[in-house]
């Protein structure tokens, strides 16, 4: 039997999404990172890692406080209320995040205070006078060049000629140590592709940017200067150090910095991989370990937007597949850094042909062999099964897949154990076999295959997951097994009662 409990701690694991803004409804594109996240966070739990989780929702700034205005309301009740809808989409997901943070919480003003206060007095922050070309919906200015036929590039929208006296970040000064710091670090910043666009972007030359506001009051303010309230995107980064204790380096969850992984949009490229490490830099921080970063998700061609009306909630999709089915999709489709686009009756295809058929009917079929001719109980692997091999294989690939942030990869892999076994059953007919040695031979190893999916594909599908374990007569939990010992052939002991029950994933039809 797979060891369970291991309590040796093999090392730690701090991966983060973005923290979304409180005005959008949670659409697929958000949960896209954070089924994601999840996926990665209980990948490494299975190492027996120490893991922390983090997300959250970004609070402060204009269209917040706009939005607040216009529903007659406090910025603060505004969030209070809006956090619920990340929350709830969260907890239908199945999402395990260790913390949630958000930046309207007195934890963060002191943290945010703090990573200011450290910037200032490294001499990196100074008061300007700033006139710059404004977007609201990012709440970022832009230069002339960046602009698409004069409009915001993200959100396609006419910018505003803003004027202000603002404290600056002095980005400017930080090309140099950027440069450097990359290059020390090459494999910080995956695929390589943004990587390239990222010191592409510092090579062209960094200008300083604004930190601070006077026009509004919805934000941090500055501690050496109050009538200023700190711009929203230093705000926003900062919470990654919050969700690990800082300012206090005393602080027992302080052991998980650096993050091992941000998870990032490649909107968001700029802020996270120039910005953010300067800042870091300049507060004598260590930056990140990794910024994995990927593509949009796109519906019908387009990227989702609120004006475009092609969001899609998570809850619509859920209803008709299933949570796992729901997580399945989005881990096992898209490849995680390209964009790529949504399908509805690609989800349909999918669902039906590697839940439905491959593994559903896989668990069907075994348990109903094993009811008609092992009486009920399931019966030992064999220990020179050809399984073996593909489940060694395919847990060699799902670990680099994993370790690669490549979810699609390593649920092509788990599944060519199941498709294997498949095959495997059909090769050799048990439904019309005399049962016998033979007949046990060839249910053991399927129950064995059984087994090893349901940990590998653990992180995808959760539920399902332990609901297999459970019928294939395993005790505890599959959250408890501990990897590489559970993907090894030869655990399931045979000798367990075998249960068919409810098909796992119900055919949909279109
Ligand atoms: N609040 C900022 C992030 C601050 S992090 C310090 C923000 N929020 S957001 O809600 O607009 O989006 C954040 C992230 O959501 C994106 O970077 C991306 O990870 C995810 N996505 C939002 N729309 C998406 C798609 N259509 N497709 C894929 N991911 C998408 O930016």
Redesign the pocket.
């Known amino acids: 039997m797979a060891a369970t409990n291991l309590p040796n701690v093999s090392s730690r694991f701090y991966v983060t999404?973005?923290?979304?803004?409180v005005n959008?409804a949670p659409?697929?594109?958000?949960a896209?990172?954070t089924v994601t996240a999840d996926a990665l966070a209980r990948w490494h739990r299975l190492h027996g890692e120490e893991v922390w989780f983090l997300t959250g929702?970004?609070e402060h700034g204009l269209k917040v406080a706009q939005a607040a205005e216009k529903h007659g309301v406090s910025p603060q009740d505004w969030a209070d209320t809006t956090v619920e809808r990340f929350k709830d989409t969260w907890k239908l997901l199945d999402i395990a995040n260790d913390d949630f943070i958000r930046t309207t919480e007195p934890r963060h003003y002191r943290a945010v205070e703090k990573l200011l206060q450290a910037c200032y007095e490294a001499g990196d922050i100074e008061l300007g006078v700033y006139e710059g070309l404004y977007c609201v919906a990012c709440e970022a200015y832009y230069t002339e060049a960046e602009l698409v036929e004069g409009n915001c590039p993200i959100h396609d929208r006419p910018v505003d000629t803003v004027t202000e006296e603002n404290y600056f970040f002095k980005l400017s000064r930080f090309e140099q140590r950027l440069l450097d710091w990359y290059e020390a670090h090459p494999d910080v910043i995956t695929p390589e592709t943004r990587r390239n666009e990222v010191l592409g972007f510092i090579r062209q030359g960094l200008q300083d940017f604004s930190i601070s506001r006077t026009s509004l009051q919805w934000g941090v303010p500055l501690p050496w200067d109050p009538s200023h309230v700190t711009y929203?995107?230093f705000d926003?980064?900062t919470?990654?150090i919050t969700g690990v204790g800082f300012p206090d380096d005393k602080a027992p969850l302080w052991r998980f910095w650096p993050a091992d992984v941000h998870?990032?949009?490649?909107?968001?490229i700029r802020?996270?991989c120039v910005y953010?490490p300067a800042m870091l830099l300049s507060a004598g921080i260590e930056p990140p370990v990794n910024w994995h970063v990927?593509?949009?998700?796109?519906?019908g061609g387009e990227?989702?937007s609120k004006t475009r009306l092609n969001q899609i909630a998570p809850a619509d999709l859920v209803e008709t597949f299933g949570v796992d089915g729901y997580r399945y999709h989005f881990l096992r489709d898209p490849s995680f850094g390209p964009?790529s686009d949504f399908s509805y009756e690609g989800m349909v295809v999918r669902y039906n042909t590697d839940l439905a058929n491959n593994l559903g009917n896989l668990l069907s079929r075994v348990a109903t062999v094993v009811a008609k001719k092992c009486g009920g109980t399931g019966p030992a692997p064999s220990p020179d099964s050809p399984l073996a091999a593909v489940a060694a294989t395919a847990f060699a690939t799902a670990t680099r897949a994993w370790q690669d942030v490549q979810p699609n990869l390593a649920l092509e892999a788990t599944w060519r154990i199941v498709r294997e076994t498949n095959a495997h059953l059909e090769a050799n007919e048990p439904w019309k076999a005399e049962p016998g040695p033979a007949l046990d031979a060839v249910m053991g190893d399927a129950l064995e295959a059984l087994r090893i999916v349901s940990v590998l594909a653990f992180p995808a599908i959760p539920t399902t997951a332990q609901a297999i374990w459970e019928r294939i007569g395993l005790p505890g939990s599959v959250v408890e097994q501990r990897l590489p010992d559970a993907a090894a052939w030869g655990g399931y002991p045979g000798g367990l009662p075998v249960e068919k029950g409810a098909a796992l994933f119900p055919r949909v039809t279109e």
Do not use: E, Q, R, S
């Open positions: 999404t973005p923290i979304y803004y959008d659409h697929i594109g958000h896209y990172t929702t970004d929203v995107w926003a980064l919470n990654y998870l990032i949009g490649k909107d968001i802020f996270h953010w990927h593509g949009w998700l796109l519906v990227k989702m964009d």
